[in-house]
């Protein structure tokens, strides 16, 4: 069994600081192999074939989303909507649907006010692909969560993927993806910045994907402990040259609104608040900000004409 194996396996068990001095570590070391293709890798920016662009001539597209991991997420949920808000600005929360409870009233807030909910797996510390009948009874208990709140995309944690089993979930798209993440317990990315159409090779329906593009607010802040957002700007910068999706999975467990904040694990609400008003203030009526399941339609539309 590789380190990478054996750390995900033994990781319940293990205490959460000593988690994150484990993988940071380990992150660093990952950073310096793995510099040619991350945070970009050149190969990932050929957009689809006969891909006809965004809406409205726009030049890229902007989908904001968040997982939240645990219940202290929860409660920042509401300060990080204002915060996207106050911009002008709509973004997609996925939940875990049995670590912790969801109030019927905080989903019909996030839906009310334009936002989009989604589904993050039914435990956040395992990976439902390592048996077929796992996951095909977990897929069961997935689109009841799905039916109930309304949703139409699922993102599994840890971002763990096997894009044909996932066929087995009644969803419209998938975001389990990425176009290029060494640092991910299951580190294959997709080698694109742009959706695409999975049709896999069973009898169900297919999904479109939709990749994280941008790098993780957990890698960079806390694995890798940077202080700004260079890293963020130099991806956003390619990826709306390439005219492809910035995609980026910001995580409330993480993001800290208050003043001081001292914990191992946390950063500071204003280096998300920077990343938006650059991408506002440098591509101003260039972007399609754009919730992921509006991304998907307007992905099938097009495929279809």
């Given at each position: 069994?590789?380190?990478?194996?054996?750390?995900?396996?033994?990781?319940?068990?293990?205490p959460?600081?000593m988690?994150?001095?484990?993988?940071?570590?380990?992150?660093?070391?990952t950073?310096?192999?793995?510099?040619?293709?991350?945070?970009?890798?050149?190969?990932s920016?050929?957009?689809?074939?006969?891909?006809?662009?965004?809406?409205?001539?726009?030049?890229?597209?902007?989908?904001?989303?968040?997982?939240?991991?645990?219940?202290?997420?929860?409660?920042?949920?509401?300060?990080?909507?204002?915060?996207?808000?106050?911009?002008?600005?709509k973004?997609?929360?996925?939940?875990?649907?049995?670590?912790?409870q969801?109030?019927?009233?905080?989903?019909?807030?996030?839906?009310?006010?334009?936002?989009?909910?989604?589904?993050?797996?039914?435990?956040?510390?395992?990976?439902?692909?390592?048996?077929?009948?796992?996951?095909?009874?977990?897929?069961l208990?997935i689109?009841?969560?799905?039916?109930?709140?309304?949703?139409?995309?699922?993102?599994?944690p840890?971002?763990?993927?096997?894009?044909?089993?996932?066929?087995?979930?009644?969803?419209?798209?998938?975001?389990?993806?990425?176009?290029?993440?060494?640092?991910?317990?299951q580190?294959?990315?997709?080698?694109?910045?742009f959706?695409?159409?999975?049709?896999?090779?069973?009898?169900n329906?297919?999904?479109?994907?939709?990749?994280?593009?941008?790098?993780?607010?957990?890698?960079?802040?806390?694995?890798?402990?940077?202080?700004?957002?260079?890293?963020?700007?130099?991806?956003?910068?390619?990826?709306?040259?390439?005219?492809?999706?910035?995609?980026?999975?910001?995580?409330?467990?993480?993001?800290?609104?208050?003043a001081?904040?001292?914990?191992l694990?946390?950063y500071?609400?204003?280096?998300?608040?920077?990343?938006?008003?650059?991408?506002?203030?440098?591509?101003?009526?260039?972007?399609?900000?754009a919730?992921?399941?509006?991304?998907?339609?307007?992905?099938?539309?097009?495929?279809?004409?």
């Amino acid at each position: 069994m590789q380190f990478r194996e054996l750390y995900y396996f033994i990781k319940p068990i293990i205490p959460r600081g000593m988690q994150i001095l484990i993988r940071r570590k380990v992150a660093l070391l990952t950073k310096k192999a793995f510099h040619d293709v991350w945070p970009i890798d050149e190969n990932s920016g050929n957009p689809p074939e006969n891909w006809l662009g965004w809406p409205d001539h726009k030049q890229f597209a902007l989908v904001l989303t968040h997982d939240v991991e645990m219940d202290k997420g929860l409660d920042r949920i509401n300060a990080l909507m204002d915060l996207e808000k106050k911009l002008g600005l709509k973004s997609s929360f996925n939940f875990v649907a049995e670590d912790y409870q969801v109030p019927d009233t905080l989903l019909s807030l996030i839906s009310d006010s334009g936002f989009e909910i989604g589904v993050h797996g039914l435990k956040h510390n395992s990976n439902p692909f390592r048996s077929l009948s796992e996951f095909k009874k977990q897929s069961l208990r997935i689109n009841d969560y799905l039916k109930s709140w309304g949703a139409v995309g699922f993102r599994c944690p840890s971002m763990y993927h096997n894009l044909d089993w996932i066929h087995y979930l009644d969803i419209e798209y998938d975001m389990s993806t990425f176009d290029t993440d060494p640092f991910e317990p299951q580190p294959d990315g997709v080698g694109t910045i742009f959706p695409f159409w999975f049709a896999g090779d069973t009898p169900n329906k297919g999904f479109v994907e939709l990749p994280y593009t941008l790098p993780q607010d957990f890698t960079l802040f806390v694995l890798l402990g940077e202080n700004n957002i260079d890293t963020w700007k130099r991806k956003v910068d390619w990826v709306a040259g390439k005219g492809g999706m910035i995609l980026v999975n910001i995580h409330p467990d993480y993001i800290s609104f208050e003043a001081q904040h001292s914990s191992l694990h946390e950063y500071p609400a204003r280096y998300y608040e920077e990343l938006l008003k650059y991408i506002q203030d440098k591509y101003r009526n260039q972007y399609w900000n754009a919730l992921p399941r509006e991304v998907a339609r307007f992905f099938v539309s097009v495929s279809q004409q």
